[in-house]
C-alpha cells in the first residue's frame, strides 16, 4: 500500500496539464478587444450615407448647382435657391445674430459670411445624409463573411392574441409602423416639440391676438421645405375675394406644416437609426 500511493501521485503530476501563470506566461490571456466590432465614428457615418447613394449624390450636386447660381446671378430671383434646397436646418441662421450683414469691419463681416457659407454646406450634408438613409434599404441581406443574429422560435401561444389584433386593423399598423422613427428617438422628438411649439404659438396668434404679425414665419421655417405647400393650400382653401372664409386659413396652413413636420420628423428619425445601427461583426 506504500508503494502505490506515490506511484499514483507521480502518475498524476505528470499527466496533469501545465498550469500558465498570466505573469509568467509570454502569450498571456487572450485579448478581450480583438472580437469586439469597431464602430466607425457617426461623423464618419454621415458621410457615407450623404456620398454612397446616387439620390444623395444627385442632392449634392443640384446643391452645387445653386449655389454657382447664386454666385454668378445675385440679382437673380433664383438667388435664394441654396438655402430653400437646404429648408429646415438653413432656415436657423435667420434666428441667429450672427450672418450676412453682420456689421463691425472687414474680418466680422468675412467670419459672419464664412460660418453661414460653413452652416449651409453643413445642412446640405445632413439632407443628404437623410436622402441616404431613406434611399438605403431597411433590412440588408448579410455580406460574406459576417455573422448574423440566429433567428428567434416565434412564440405562437404569445403572439396568437397580437396576429389577430394585427389582421383586423391592418391600416392602423401600417400607420404605425410609417410614423414609428418619428417618435422613438430623441433627435425627432425635439424636433416634433419644436413643430408643436411653433404651430401652437401661430394658432393663438392669429385668433386670439389681435394683429398677428408674422407669427406664420416660425412653423414656416420649423417645417420647410413643405410649408410651402401648405401656405398654397391656405390660400386656395381661403381666396381673397371670399372673405366668408378667412378662418379658414390658419387651420390649414397649420394643418399643412403638421404634416409637413411629421414627414421630416419621420426622416431624422430614419437618419438617427441609421447613425445607430452598429457596424456588422467579421465572423470568429
Known sequence: MSERAPRSTVENTTHAPPMHHPRTDPKGPAMPNASRPRRLPRLRRLLALATDSRPARGYLAVFAASVAV???FPDSGFAGSPVLFTAPLSFLSVV????PGTQGGGAVEALAVGYWVGWLFLCALVNAAVIGALAARSTTAAAPGTSEPLSRVPDHSAQKGTDTADSAHPRLQGIRTLLAPAVDNWLARG???????AVGFFLYAAYVLPDPG????WPFMATAPGSILAVLVSLVVSPEWNPARAWLSPLAFS???VLSGLVNAVL???LAHRLGTPEPRPAA
Open 214 to 217: 408674422f407669427a406664420g414665419i
Open 70 to 72: 447664386m454666385l454668378l
Open 268 to 270: 431624422l428619425g430614419r
Open 191 to 197: 424636433y416634433l416639440a419644436v413643430v408643436a411649439a
Open 255 to 257: 394643418a399643412g406644416a
Open 96 to 99: 441667429l445674430p450672427f450672418g
